[in-house]
């Protein structure tokens, strides 16, 4: 039986800086360098106006980061969208941490299972409060709430209305404008 080599953050980022891992899109997930699939346009296209909305909703109150990583104990996933603490400087050294978190998007077609089982597990054990999955097949958003013992406690699947996240209880998200342009 073969066992893998689990890798550090600080491994990780030091394989970035020498250039080992140039031009690959990759992202570290409980410690095993993983290869990101392709985004479809759909996917790119639902993450982008869905990180702008949200900018919009969240002005002032918070980050709206689109396709960045973000550092936890033994991953830097590259979520679609993560909403976390202003200033935005606070980011110019370093990527957001779970005390910087507010909630994390990741838009899924083929990748749902990957979303619901691998990173859901990596974003509950890291104690972020919040995390929504947007299924494009189904046009629903998957909510996960509250994690406890490396998993989330509370998840409900929502198609239409208005999502409120834990964090800002007076922002009501629109589920329409997460899948639509919004024009």
Known sequence: MKTLAKWSVDDYHRMVEAGILRGRHLELLAGEIVE???????????????A??????????????????IT?????????IAIVRLPESSYSDRH????????????????LKKHLEIKAAIYA???????????????Q??????????????KYTIEEGMITPL????VSV????LFSSGE
Not at 36 to 50: D, F, L, N, W
Not at 99 to 111: C, G, L, P, Y
């Open 36 to 50: 990101m699939s392709p985004e479809t346009p759909i996917h790119y296209t639902t993450a982008k106006r869905g």
């Open 52 to 69: 702008k909305y949200l900018e919009e909703l969240l002005s002032g109150k918070a980050d709206v980061r689109f396709n960045g990583p």
């Open 72 to 80: 936890l104990s033994d991953s830097e996933p590259e979520p679609d």
């Open 96 to 111: 957001p941490t779970p005390k910087d978190i507010f909630w994390i998007v990741e838009v899924a077609k083929t990748s």
């Open 125 to 139: 054990k890291a104690a972020i409060q919040e995390y929504w999955v947007l299924n494009l097949s189904a046009k």
């Open 141 to 154: 958003i998957i909510v996960l709430k509250n994690p406890q013992d490396g998993n989330y406690v509370e």
């Open 167 to 170: 964090a800002f209880p007076d």
């Open 174 to 177: 629109s589920v329409k404008r």
